[in-house]
Every structure is written in structure tokens, then in C-alpha cells.
């Protein structure tokens, strides 16, 4: 898990998106995250619910949809916490990857308001 602070100014509207990351994937299948050292990738995703049931894909709109976080701003010095829950997908492909190395992906958090 991680968290998203967001400080908006009072009554404002929000959405918050995120990338389909620099792994290469897609956030409506699987991410992907990627090896320098090593060939293959390690298949993930990220959600927005705690039981990791909907897949938290970009952009988020002005206000949230069923697949993005968002809420309306309490000001700027109330920062509200959205959080991030992520899962290894236990695929075919992530398990070939299975060589210890570092794999990344680069998430962009997008705040839409």
C-alpha cells in the first residue's frame, strides 16, 4: 500500500488518476514492471479498494469514478489521504520472471480538479 495526500482549496472538487506506469501494461489488464538485469516482467496492479476489486486507472476526473479516488477539498492546509493498494498478479508470466533482480515501474499521479 502508499498513500495519495491531496490539499485543495475548500468545496473544489477532485479527481485523482494514475498511469499506467513506465513498465509498459495497461492499467485496465496488468502493469508491468520491468528488469535491467534480467528479461521478463513481473505482472501487478493498482486498486482503490482495500479487496483489490477495482483497478485504479488515469485520469481521474474532476470528481471520482468507479475506477479513480477523488473527493472535494476541506483547504488547502487539510491534506486528505487516499491510499493505494497493490498486488503481484500470480500469472504464468510474472512466475517465468520469478530471477532476483529489481524490477520498477514509474507511476504519474494525476490530480484533476
Excluded: E, K
Aim: charged letters at 10%.
Amino acid at each position: 500500500t502508499s498513500t495519495i495526500a491531496v490539499g485543495c482549496t475548500s468545496g473544489t472538487p477532485y479527481g485523482i488518476g494514475l498511469s499506467d506506469g513506465t513498465g509498459g501494461g495497461s492499467n485496465f489488464a496488468q502493469r508491468t514492471m520491468s528488469s535491467a538485469t534480467v528479461a521478463g516482467s513481473l505482472q501487478y496492479n493498482l486498486y482503490n479498494t482495500a479487496a483489490r476489486d477495482r483497478i485504479w486507472n488515469n485520469p481521474g476526473a474532476p470528481s471520482a469514478t468507479p475506477r479513480t479516488q477523488g473527493g472535494t477539498g476541506t483547504g488547502l492546509a487539510n491534506l486528505i489521504n487516499h491510499t493505494v493498494y497493490g498486488r503481484l498478479q500470480d500469472s504464468a508470466t510474472s512466475q517465468a520472471a520469478m530471477p532476483a533482480s529489481d524490477y520498477t515501474s514509474t507511476i504519474t499521479v494525476s490530480v484533476n480538479y
